[in-house]
């Protein structure tokens, strides 16, 4: 069965590169109003609001930071109110961002390779992490959340934005620990009556690895928690998991601090991946049944991982499906990451693994070979079998390019369906929201900002999950751009 797919015809390339680099510009900006410009119709059923985390600042007062990934935290909020949007933004008023807004300057080392001005004297020997609290924001036990992989989640009021401080979950973290940006929502846990909880993890590199996982109940306690060593050092940005099971897969990297602490790179400037090595999959039971805690690890050549969309049992096997690259290239001290060559990259692509616990093998399966990243599917379906999913995708179906369209994946019937903003509109995360009261899976939405470089503004987009072909069912515009994000999340509270 060949898939069918909606795509504009343009010639050559879908975009250009000046476009695409309007939507990494910094948006100094805080701002508080209704948009009223608004194409086509909010669903009144659409009730709730959209939280989403990204760098607002690509540079400190005209100073480049490195890489986007370096860039301080700011949180979007987009309330959808009986048919109306109302858009509000606020920057994450870290130590790091607090301090170099009043020197008016760069004051700090990023992990992507932003160094102090001042070359390598300034930098070396500085091993302080600037948690920038830019990667993903939750509202998740009554409190909202920005997160931030390597260090503890920041704590924001959901109506003013304001930053409340650092939280720590009564104690139970420590001053600097970390609790990754992908926690992952069990609809219904077993170990709580079916109760919906919030599992997460923190990696602690070195010659060996810590992995602690976290499981978090609606009120926000910490009610589990358990480290896991493992050999070898780790680079793990998400993990899934199951009613049973959190699964991480160690991507094959190698890691010289050497550069970082003679202050030439940043850390994460010093992770080379060996696309020829093999993937360890640790495969860590949720409910250990003893101290040892049983964890399993598989091997499987897998390229370099960022980001799962999901996984579930069947039978003795897992299932896992995931983004992966073929391999990555190194973050180079002297490059300009406005300048990079697409091409000359490989594209994110989807490959489901089959992790057989009994005899230990991994058979693999490429799903979809056009370029895509930042996937999303129901929220009930997290940890269980599901048909839907949704991820950002390049306008064309081979090779690497910015993210500028919308695919929806049937895994069940491989129909494939498209909407594009191309060429000069570029995608973000998109969200699935149900519909209240919905049955079928692909019944509700899909919210994404994307970046119109024609107006330098950003759109919040909505389309039907269940049809893409009919288009969006409304775009709004915002007063401005926001620059490319990275997560976020709907709560219908
Ligand atoms: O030794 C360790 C090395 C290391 C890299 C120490 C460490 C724990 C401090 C560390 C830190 C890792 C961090 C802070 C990672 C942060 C990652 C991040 C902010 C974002 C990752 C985004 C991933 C993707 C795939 C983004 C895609 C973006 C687009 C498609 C463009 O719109
Ligand atoms: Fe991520």
């Known amino acids: 069965q060949t898939p069918k797919i909606e795509e504009k015809e343009i010639s050559g390339k879908s975009y250009t590169r000046e476009d695409w680099q309007g939507g990494y510009k910094s948006l100094t900006q805080e701002f508080d109003y209704w948009i009223d410009d608004v194409e086509g119709e909010i669903p009144l059923e659409l009730q709730g609001t959209l939280f989403r985390n990204g760098p607002g600042l690509l540079d400190i007062n005209g100073q480049s930071i490195h890489h986007p990934f370096d860039g301080d935290g700011m949180i979007s909020r987009i309330s959808f109110v009986n048919g109306r949007a109302h858009y509000r933004n606020r920057f994450v008023e870290t130590e ?8 008016g300057k760069l004051l700090h080392r990023g992990v992507f ?9 300034a930098n070396i020997f500085d091993f302080k992490l600037k948690n920038i609290a830019n990667t993903n924001v939750i509202y998740w036990g009554n409190k909202l959340l920005a997160l931030w992989e390597a260090a503890e989640p920041h704590r924001l009021d959901p109506n003013t934005l304001e930053t409340l401080g650092k939280e720590y979950f009564n104690g139970v973290l420590s001053e600097g620990e970390a609790f990754s940006a992908h926690p992952r929502l069990d609809p219904s846990c077993e170990q709580d009556n079916g109760a919906p909880c919030l599992v997460n993890f923190a990696i602690k590199p070195g010659l060996s690895t810590k992995i602690t996982i976290f499981e978090l109940n609606i009120a926000g306690e910490v009610v589990r928690k358990k480290a896991h060593n493992v050999p070898g050092f780790c680079f793990i940005h998400d993990f899934v998991i199951t009613p049973h099971h959190c699964i991480f ?3 094959p990297v190698t890691f010289n601090p050497i550069p970082f602490a003679l202050g030439l790179r940043g850390a994460g400037e010093c992770i080379q991946v060996q696309p020829n090595q093999l993937t ?18 598989l091997e499987v050549r897998s390229g370099f ?25 190194e973050v180079e001290p002297a490059s300009d990451f406005r300048q990079v060559n697409f091409e000359a990259i490989a594209p994110g692509q989807m490959w489901r693994f089959y992790l057989n616990l009994k005899d230990g093998t991994v058979q693999r399966k490429l799903i979809e070979s056009r370029c895509c990243e930042f996937p999303a599917i129901h929220p009930a379906h997290v940890g269980r079998s599901y048909r839907y999913l949704y991820i950002g995708a390049a306008h064309a179906e081979s090779g690497n390019a910015p993210l500028q369209a919308l695919l929806k994946i049937d895994l069940e019937s491989g129909e494939k369906q498209l909407w594009s903003a191309a060429p000069r509109g570029f995608m973000g995360e998109p969200i699935f929201v149900p519909r209240p009261g919905s049955q079928k899976e692909d019944d509700g939405w899909v919210l994404a900002l994307v970046y ?3 107006h330098h503004r950003s759109d919040v987009v909505i389309l039907d999950a269940s049809d893409f072909a009919k288009g969006a069912i409304a775009r709004l515009h915002l007063k401005h751009h926001v620059p490319y994000g990275l997560h976020g999340n709907f709560t219908s509270q």
């Open 96 to 103: 790091g961002y607090l301090s170099e807004k009043k020197a």
């Open 452 to 454: 119109d470089a024609a």
């Open 113 to 121: 390779g932003t160094q102090k001005p001042g070359g390598w004297l």
């Open 249 to 251: 897969f160690q991507n």
């Open 280 to 297: 360890r999959i640790i495969v860590i039971p949720r409910f250990p049944q003893s101290e040892q805690g049983d964890v399993k690890i």
């Open 305 to 329: 991982i960022f980001h799962h969309i999901n996984a579930f049992a069947v039978g003795e096997e897992i299932f896992v499906d995931s983004i992966c690259y073929d391999t990555l290239p």
